[in-house]
């Protein structure tokens, strides 16, 4: 018999878990996994802002050297100032003809948040959306784009300055919308023939 009981015993003994036992260690995983789960969500929102922040980089340089090639390569250039002893002339539009003839006008709508473009007398289209026009200390509204001129009509400079908002195409279904506005500023001069 005393076989029998240390048999018992022993079979007792290795038998298994217990049941609470067992809930220990399903709230030890379940913790585990919580865990796990938050850092990749943490991880997928931080890959989402990666993205959306390099698309509007790229995107914004892109047609900051489109205007800027605009610019240079125009052959004249407007609005013109109404006074010919004017030097600036700040607005939200610009009007560039090409050494060929045809005319590319840009245009911020700042209610639309968009930059639109029109070559020729084609239909305007859309440039940039997201974009805002440049505001002083008290809220008033400055031009984004500023034309210097010589003599009148002669183009010596022209500037832009927008901030970009996040691309609204490049939105994914993770959540999370935490990209930074990106200022785009560039300034750029007409290339002169040299006769």
Partial sequence: MTRRR????LARARRGLTLIELLIALAITATLLAAMLMALQAAFRGYQASVEQSSTHMTSRIVAQRILTLVRTGAAFGPLPDDPRDR??????????LASGE???LRLDRAA???FIR???????TLLSGVRGP????????GA???EFEKGTALVRA???????????AQLAIEGDEVTPLRLVGTGSPRRSPW
Avoid: C, H, M
């Fill in 159 to 169: 500037s832009f300055d927008l901030t970009v908002e996040g691309d609204p195409e």
């Fill in 113 to 115: 948040e968009t930059l």
């Fill in 145 to 147: 784009f500023t034309l």
């Fill in 135 to 142: 505001v002083d200390e008290d809220g008033a509204e400055r």
């Fill in 6 to 9: 240390r048999f018992t015993r």
């Fill in 103 to 105: 005319t590319v006008s």
């Fill in 88 to 97: 600036f002339v700040r607005g939200d539009a610009i009007e560039i003809t």
């Fill in 119 to 125: 070559a020729g007398t084609g239909d305007e289209r």
